[in-house]
């Protein structure tokens, strides 16, 4: 039998619940991935894009691809296959009260999370560095 080997990744699990408390799911991800900041720009981008797509379209007609697309993006925003789960919801082009599509309002909530979490972490690894060298600071000072 092998040995198991345990790393720490950093993924959190978020529960998503609608705005009366039910819970709709739970999904997990790494919010200060590296990669995300990238994925997150791209997929922002093509949502905030898509008003542009379908400008003088056939809504109905071209409703498919685009809702394919914003799956494709979800799951790449995350690396992993989520958009299903979100998307089981509502549709993602579905315009909530305030104008926002849910796709867009995923992309927002999402876009917090990751800001919050990388300054939290790098904060935490800053105070992780002082510890380090602050014997050595002190030298310099005393100097």
Known sequence: MAEKITFNTGAKNYEIVDQDGNELGVFRFIPTDVGILNRYKETAAFFASVGDKIKGEDLEEILPELEKEAGEKIDFLFGAPVSENF???????????DGQTF?????????????????????????????????????????
């Open 87 to 97: 998307f089981k919801i509502t549709h993602p082009f579905t315009i909530l009260e």
């Open 103 to 143: 796709a867009e309002q995923i992309i927002t909530v999402i876009g917090g999370i990751i800001e919050k979490e990388l300054a939290e972490r790098e904060k935490k690894q800053q105070e992780r560095i002082e510890k380090y060298t602050a014997k050595y600071t002190k030298k310099d000072e005393a100097k």
